[in-house]
Structures are given as C-alpha cells and as structure tokens.
C-alpha cells in the first residue's frame, strides 16, 4: 500500500492506494503540532481500507511547515557570514521596490538583523584567492557568532562556488565551537553566480531548518511508533526524499504541499486526457495553479515568497490568496474585496460554526446553493448556513447589497482572482490555454471550474476522483529525486564536449550514494555573451556544443522572437538531476451508484433546479448541467451549458455544449 499525506492551511489530505482502490482522509490541520492532524488523517484511510500501518509500503510527505515559517517570520535566530564589506547584501537586494507605484512601500525586513551578519576579512574573486583566509580570522568569526546566541548560521562568502575552502574553514570553526548549531554554506546549498540570490537562498536555507528538522524528526518518530514506514518527503521539486536528508535543508521544502499537487495534477493528466492540463488547486487558504504539458509540470529554479528570493528546483507554480476560507471585506473606497486573510483552519468559515464571524468564499457557495447545508466535512464539521448568512449579511449591509447580491459578488472576485493567477502563467508567458484542459482540485476548485474554464475559452475540464486530496495523490506517486546545479561560465574553445562530460560526470557522483541506479537528467543555462540572463535547454551528459547551440538558438526565438546565428553563446550553468521513478497508480472508478436528489442552486444569476449526485460516480456515469456533484471530498459545480462522463478512473470529463 501507498500512503501521501499533505498538510495544508485548513486540512491535512490522506490517500491510501491499495493497488486497485483509492482510500481518501482528510481532518483539519493542527497548526499547533502538525503531526496530530497528519496522524488523525493517517488513522481515517487505515481504517476505511480496513489496514494496518506494517501494511504500508511507502509514506510520502507535503507539508506547509517552511512555507508558514517563513511567510510568519517565525524561524530560527540565524546569524550570516559574508566577505567583510558585504554583509548587507540581503538588505540591499537588487534595489528594486516592491511596487512600482507606491513609493513608500518598504521591502520585507531581512530575515537576518544587522547585529547578527558578521563580515570575514577574506576574498576570493574569479580566477581564485586575492586575500587568504587565516585559521586566527576563521576562530574570530567562530567566537562572534557563538556570543550572538544563534540556532543557525548561513556563510555566504564571495566566489564560494569557485572555491569554496573559506566557507568549509568557517563552518568547521563554528561547528567546533557551537556543535548543535546547524551551518548552511553557500557552496553547498547554491553553487552558482549572482551574489543575493544566493545569500538569500543560503539565509532561508539556515533560517527554516531547525525548525523543520525538530518537525520532522517528531513525526519521523510517531510514524515509527505507530508501525509505519519511514517518512519520505517532497521537495520543491517534485521529486522526494528520506526524512533525514530533507531535514538538513530547510530551503529545498518550501513548496512541498503544492509540488504533490503538480505531481498528482500530471498524472490525472496522463491517465485521463491527453497530457497537458492546467492545474487549479483551491484549499482552503489559498490557490496553486501550474501548467503540465506533454505529461509532465513544468519546474523553474527562481521563486519569490513574501519578496524573498529562492533560487533552486521546484515546480512552477502561482500561488494567489484566493481559498474557499479566504475573507471579504469591504475596502476604504468603499469596493468588495476578497483575499488573502484567510479564516484558515481555527475558527475557519462562519458556516464552520467554531467561532468565525467573517464572510467567507465556503459562506458565499453555502448561500448560493452550491453547497448543501446538511455537508458534513471533514473533522466531523456540519456547516451552518444561518451562521453563514448572518456574516454575508453583515458585509451586505456596509455594501449597501443583499446579501444574495453580497454572496455572488464575493464568488465572482475569487473566480477573477483565479483567472489572473492562471493568465500569470499561459497568456503571460506566451501560451494559450485554450489548448489544455482545466483540472481543479482542492476542496475548493471543482465548484469554480466551469466559470473559470469559461472566462479563459477552455472548453474541457478534468475534475479527478480525488480531487479534494490530489495533492496527497501526488505525493504518493512522486519520484525520488536528488539535484545540483553549478555556475561554469564556459565559452569559445572552452566550451567543449568532453569538459561539460566531466562536469555532469563529477555532479552526478556527488549526488549518487543511495541512488546509483537513477536516470540521469541534465539541463544546460545558456545566453548569448554579454546577455544579463539565460534560458534552459535539455540534453544529455555528454552534449555537442553544436547541439547546444542548435536547442539554445530554437529556443530564444520562441520565446523571444529572433535568433542572433553571429553572436558567441556562453554555457552559464549546468542542472543534473538523479531520478527513481516513482509508482504510478491507476485508481478505478467506484462501482456504488451515487444518491440523486434536486435543490434549487443559483447559477449565472438566476435560480435553478438542479439534479444532485452525492457520493462515488460509476464508469459511464454520464449527467448534463445544471447539476452539483457531492464527491466525497469536494464538490463540482455544472452549470446547463456543460455535460460530464466518469471514465474508467473515476476522473469526471466535463465538455462545455456546443
């Protein structure tokens, strides 16, 4: 048996796959201890498969631990070293304000505080040392950084990925003198040019490890207790690995929960259409949306979080505040808003009854008809439209609306907010999604996909079985992946064959112990000499230069509209990644006929009957709008100019009538 398990804003999702049947938990998330939420979900699919933990074979992990630590500020006390002179580089940036049009806006505070960056007296430029580093210098830092009190220590020294032995001494110092503090080195997280993405990476690296490292470690030793598997997690990337080795860096994590989502996202893709399908996963506090093509997600290696820098492996995915838990609010002028605060998991929506008192996107659909009063969600929750109503009313009143009114309005603003996210990465980047499928998936999306397939010109939806827990799907289907990227900086007659052979050869060795039997996949950054940035191409370990010239060339017209045949390309970095395959599972379709009733929904404005299936849909179930589907763990929304069939796993095929 499989077992994904992903931690989300408001619910931890659990799937259990036992070869032929999917087993879906979800309870809600305990931000206090994250490890009860995950045990609670884990205890639901045992006991809905009828298992017991020794029969599981696989226990892969998405979690949301870094993310809210860093979007909370709520890390390890983390001290840097950096080259005397440049300690203030993650203050400084790269001086660009954070909206163009508010002057006053002030970027995010460095994680680090000036009191804690301590500079060495050392420098290393490109072609090597220009000041060397003395074991007295490597001691003084040592001894600054152990009066500081810190839990962690990022060393982001200049040129460390050209030689990187300043950083080894200092770190050594530290680890002598503080040997529980956790040490991130630059040349170890991030061995590539341009001196803030990579003090920043190195900086989230140290800040966010402690914490995940005492997190999974806890959840590593309950799992253990409770007779199951070690814990695999997955990073950024998509691609996992074992608890320990996640644990040692904290920055490779940050997307974890939504890179399971991409990985699920891109199975569905492949099992039920054609392979390219834009990903929609709207939770509870938020909204993912990726592009997977040709089966497979696209990755990116730059991503900002709350202005913060990140510049490794990980999915390309668009993270907007737009969550069935996100608040509407009337703002000064006077207009309705929705998003990002988010009623999240504690007291949640109004209609959760626990306390909430805000207006909610999950309060607008419960008014509207799209959710049925008598849901019982997850944790045993029963929703309370009065409740409901009482918080859209309120808002209605500062409106000057109905709160009919109020509660469309509050859904077509999370719908438009979904539609910029998706734009954000098709139309934005040059591709048109009206030639992929939408697949929404969360607790949330399936109820908003067909006006959002609408508003872009999709004509197809995939809404999977597993919808509301996809992500953890993906994670139980992830590979397990290792990566390295490194700055070469090669050109003219240095850019030869045999010289990039050797240096995938000698990456790929760094990453092999314990995967000696993986795939090999490598990608090369390349721009134009004397460009600012580059573009990836793929290729294999051992590629002609005339190859990559060829693969480069093609690719900076498509996306830039010209090729210079003339110029002198330059190799700038080299990505190796090891891959292990992960399980591919191939759920069926449930064999239950789901109950039909009627209710009255409110769809494009008006009032109409629609037909209500509730529970698992059959193969060649088929049903035409306006109908709402009550699936076990979301809900979609038909309206009448949409029809629906279940294939054989279990995935609903909607199509809009012609």
């Known amino acids: 048996m499989l077992l994904g398990v992903d931690v989300g804003g408001t619910f931890t999702d659990a799937v259990l796959f036992d070869g032929a ?294 999915v390309d995915v668009h993270t907007v505040g737009a969550g069935g838990g996100s608040i509407a609010w009337r703002d000064h002028g006077g207009a309705l808003r929705v998003g990002p605060r988010s009623a999240g998991a504690d007291p949640g929506p109004a209609c959760y ?53 109020t509660a469309e309005g509050i859904v077509r603003l999370a719908d438009q907010e979904m539609v910029r996210a998706l734009r954000v990465v098709t139309v934005e980047r040059g591709v048109d999604p009206r030639r992929f499928a939408l697949m929404p998936f969360g607790g949330a999306g399936p109820a908003h996909a067909a006006a959002i397939a609408e508003e872009l010109g999709i004509e197809r939806i995939l809404c999977p079985r597993a919808g509301g827990v996809l992500s953890a799907l993906g994670l139980l289907a992830a590979p397990r992946r290792r990566d390295a990227s490194r700055t070469v900086m090669l050109s003219g007659a240095e850019l030869e064959r045999d010289r990039i052979a050797a240096i995938v050869e000698a990456m790929r060795a760094a990453l092999a112990p314990g995967m000696e039997g993986a795939e090999v996949e490598c990608g090369y950054e390349l721009r134009y000499r004397g460009q600012a940035f580059e573009l990836p191409v793929a290729a294999g370990p051992a590629p002609d230069p005339a190859e990559l010239r060829a693969a480069f060339d093609a690719e900076h017209e498509r996306r830039y509209g010209f090729r210079d045949p003339e110029a002198e390309i330059e190799l700038v970095h080299v990505n190796v990644a090891l891959v292990e395959r992960g399980p591919e599972p191939r759920p069926r379709a449930a064999a239950a006929e789901p109950r039909r009733t009627a209710r009255r929904v409110r769809m494009d404005g008006e009032w109409v009957e629609a037909e209500v299936l509730r529970g698992e849909l059959p193969a060649g179930l088929a049903v035409a709008g306006p109908a709402v589907l009550e699936l076990p763990e979301t809900t979609m929304v038909l309206p009448p100019a949409w029809r629906a069939r279940v294939d054989e796993h279990g995935t609903i095929v909607a199509e809009r009538r012609r």
């Not at 580089?89 to 001086?95: F, K, M, N, S």
Request: charged content about 25%; hydrophobic content about 45%; overall charge negative.
């Open 21 to 314: 049947d999917l087993h879906l938990g979800k309870a809600p998330t305990t931000p206090e201890d994250q490890a009860r939420g995950v045990m609670a979900a884990i205890e639901q699919v045992l006991a809905s498969a009828g298992a017991e933990p020794r029969d599981v074979r696989r226990f892969a992990h998405g979690m949301t631990v870094g993310t809210n630590a860093l979007l909370e500020q709520r890390g390890a006390r983390t001290a840097l070293v950096a080259t005397a002179g440049f300690e203030d580089v993650i203050e400084i940036g790269r001086q660009a304000r954070p909206s163009l049009y508010r002057l006053c806006q002030a970027p995010p505070a460095p994680l680090v505080p000036r009191e804690l960056r301590f500079g060495a007296r050392e420098r290393v430029g490109p072609d090597g040392v220009i000041e060397a580093l003395g074991n007295a210098e490597a001691e003084r830092v040592a001894a600054l950084v152990a009066e500081a009190g810190v839990e962690s220590v990022a060393i982001s020294l200049l040129f460390s990925y050209v030689d990187p032995a300043h950083e080894q001494r200092i770190a050594e110092a530290i680890a002598k003198r503080l040997p529980g503090v956790h040490v991130s080195a630059s040349h170890r997280v991030l061995p590539r040019f341009r001196e803030y993405e990579r003090t920043s990476t190195t900086v989230i690296d140290a800040y966010l490890a402690p914490l995940l490292g005492r997190y999974l470690r806890s959840l590593s030793e309950t799992a253990r207790a409770a007779g199951l598997p070690a814990v695999e997690v997955v990073k950024s990337s998509g691609g996992a690995v074992d608890a320990a080795e996640a644990a040692g860096g904290g920055a490779w994590s940050v997307l974890s929960g939504p890179a399971g989502g991409a990985v699920g996202a891109s199975l569905v893709a492949r099992l039920s259409g054609d392979g390219s399908a834009l990903g929609l996963d709207m939770g509870g506090t938020s909204c993912d949306v990726c592009v997977v093509e040709d089966g497979a997600v696209r990755l990116t290696d730059t991503r900002e979080i709350e202005g913060r820098v990140i510049q490794l492996p990980m």
């Open 353 to 405: 009854g626990r306390g909430g008192t805000e207006p909610t996107v999950t309060d607008a659909n419960l008014l509207l008809g799209r959710l049925a009063a008598d849901t019982r969600l997850a944790g045993g929750v029963e929703l309370d439209a009065q409740a409901a109503e009482r918080a859209v009313a309120r808002l209605a009143g500062e409106l000057g609306l109905s709160p009919l009114e």
